[in-house]
């Protein structure tokens, strides 16, 4: 289940402060730091509401609240990140709660830059498939590393366990920020939107291609082709199989979804008899 999109005045929001974000990570040699900052500030706005419901008060001035934000932060946190925080509180939010869902993107967002500047974005967008892939076949794993009734440090310690020893460090840290993140409804769909983030760095599409069976190498690069051409870009295919789907292809790239299943025609044609 992917997150709700955010409603209009949030969207805005979301996209002048990024515009914002992407020139500092341009510029930055401090992208670790500022990671992990960006970590510490969500977790501080969603661990005490008065301060979130302050800082998205319609009724207070955005200058007011971005001198809320400067109090708050300045002395420990890095003055990039307090910029970030005091640019948006100046902006209007849909709901409360966007404010913080916009953070954990921005940290997605930088996440990714850093492993660009790294140079693993191809391994760690081919890794956060790989564990996409795994989750989507392992319900018990699944539900093991999302329950929140189990401690985080139990959830940590299982995903060291299943991928400590083959996923690159930078990885693990994406995934150990998902495995503890509240905002994520689904942890599947977290894994593959920093996936998506990742091939957005590098100007590609992430195309997730869902079949009955396996497809053939020559099958896919066709598919490739046309779906490159249809989005005028580069397209990445990762084919998940799943024997439920009856028939077809799904395609999922991006926000867009074309289900061309057995199964789900059969859906429509329910629906339709059903009127």
Request: glycine share 6%; no cysteine.
């Amino acid at each position: 289940m992917r997150p709700p999109p955010f409603r209009a005045a949030s969207e805005v929001a979301v996209a002048a402060a990024m515009d914002r974000w992407n020139a500092v990570l341009e510029t930055s040699d401090e992208l670790d730091v500022l990671r992990i900052d960006l970590t510490r500030a969500v977790d501080l706005i969603d661990g005490f509401p008065p301060l979130r419901r302050a800082l998205t008060d319609p009724s207070r001035s955005g200058e007011d609240k971005a001198a809320l934000v400067t109090d708050v932060l300045q002395e420990a946190f890095h003055p990039d990140v307090v910029d970030l925080v005091a640019g948006m509180v100046r902006s209007r939010w849909s709901q409360e709660g966007d404010l913080t869902r916009a953070l954990e993107r921005i940290h997605g967002v930088t996440a990714v830059a850093r492993a660009e500047r790294r140079g693993e974005i191809e391994r760690v967008a081919d890794e956060l498939f790989q564990v996409f892939r795994l989750l989507g076949h392992e319900r018990r794993l699944r539900n093991e590393l999302q329950g929140r009734d189990d401690s985080a440090e139990r959830r940590l310690q299982l995903l060291d366990d299943v991928f400590g020893g083959y996923l690159l460090p930078t990885t693990m840290e994406i995934l150990r920020r998902l495995i503890t993140s509240p905002r994520h409804p689904s942890l599947t769909s977290a894994v593959l939107r920093i996936a998506e983030l990742a091939a957005e760095r590098r100007n590609r599409l992430i195309a997730v291609v869902t079949t009955a069976v396996p497809l053939s190498d020559q099958q896919i690069e066709r598919l490739r082709g046309i779906l490159s051409r249809q989005y005028d870009r580069d397209v990445h295919i990762n084919v998940a199989v799943d024997p439920e789907v009856v028939g077809g292809v799904r395609v999922h790239i991006g926000d867009d979804l074309v289900d061309r299943t057995v199964a789900k025609q059969l859906e429509n044609v329910r629906r339709q008899v059903a009127g």
